[in-house]
């Protein structure tokens, strides 16, 4: 078992700043190999639907994808485990609002509103070029991965008055959500 990684909080200065594209010749080599494997992990232990490069301290335009969870009101499939490295995202044009929380921004959620569909174009964990058409809650994982490649987080997007904590979520709120990235 590979050891986990220590997901940073909001407040680090890597999940502000821009990340950089990795070369194939790079994505291919031992180390990114390795590190997408501890991701991997470090993202199902976390748990998480996502995770990005930055959040592990890296800036590498780099994150890992995987959604077991299924909840047909909020368009949730699950999506099996991939990477995407260097994405370009293209957003449709209809929007939707759901509450999303993010592992470094740990206990929180609040309403984001996301484009309810993207195309991302990105290479694969072979350095191969990948093209994912993508609507509802996959969409918005893809939106909130690239994000963090971007130095963004989903509070710069929240309806902020609907900021809430896991626990009064579901106390006042919708159930059950759980779902971050
Ligand atoms: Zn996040």
Known sequence: MPTLLKIVQAGDPVLRGPARDLSPAEITGAEVQQLIEIMRETMRE????GLAAPQVGLPLRLAVIEDPGEMP????KPVPFHVIVNPRLTLGEEVVEHF????SVDGFQALVPRARSVV???LDHRAQP??????????RILQ???DHLDGMLYIDRMKSRT???NRNLGRYGEVG???AG
């Open 144 to 146: 909130h991965e690239i």
């Open 177 to 179: 959500v759980g779902a």
């Open 46 to 49: 976390a748990p998480g639907v």
């Open 163 to 165: 900021f809430t904590t």
């Open 73 to 76: 009101e909020r368009e949730r």
């Open 100 to 103: 999303e929380g993010c592992l």
């Open 120 to 122: 991302v174009e990105a």
């Open 130 to 139: 990948i093209k994912i058409s993508a609507a509802g809650w996959y969409a």
